[in-house]
């Protein structure tokens, strides 16, 4: 069983920050990559951002510049600093670790937490 729990959301004025935190406890083997998306209401979940084991990442472009993936690995732990925001960065958003058994990869994805960027 893993839980993940994230903090760190809520109401911002467009061009404050916010910082997500994502926390992975449970029967955690090998994390393999972890990463946070977005979905905003009548719209499709969306990618924000990802990072891997040696820590590559990649963003979605409407992001670049602007947020930043970073991960403690003693503490399983994946954050997402968010800087500059806009109003079109409101949505809810949810962490998703992927963690290694063997050769498969299982995701797991944390409850959602709300970001609003009010103009």
């Known amino acids: 069983q893993v839980q993940l729990v994230e903090s760190g959301g809520g109401l911002v004025q467009a061009g404050g920050s916010l910082r997500l935190s994502c926390a992975a406890s449970g029967s955690i083997f090998t994390i393999n990559s972890m990463g946070w998306y977005r979905q905003a209401p009548g719209k499709q979940r969306e990618l924000v951002a990802g990072?891997?084991?040696?820590?590559?990442?990649n963003y979605v472009d409407s992001v670049k510049g602007r947020f930043t993936i970073s991960r403690d690995n003693a503490k399983n732990t994946v954050y997402l600093q968010m800087n500059s925001l806009k109003p079109e960065d409101t949505a809810v958003y949810y962490c998703?670790?992927?963690?290694?058994?063997?050769?498969?990869?299982?995701?797991?994805w944390g409850q959602g937490t709300q970001v609003t960027v009010s103009s």
């Open positions: 998703r670790v992927g963690l290694m058994r063997g050769a498969n990869q299982y995701d797991y």
């Open positions: 990072i891997i084991n040696g820590g590559n990442t």
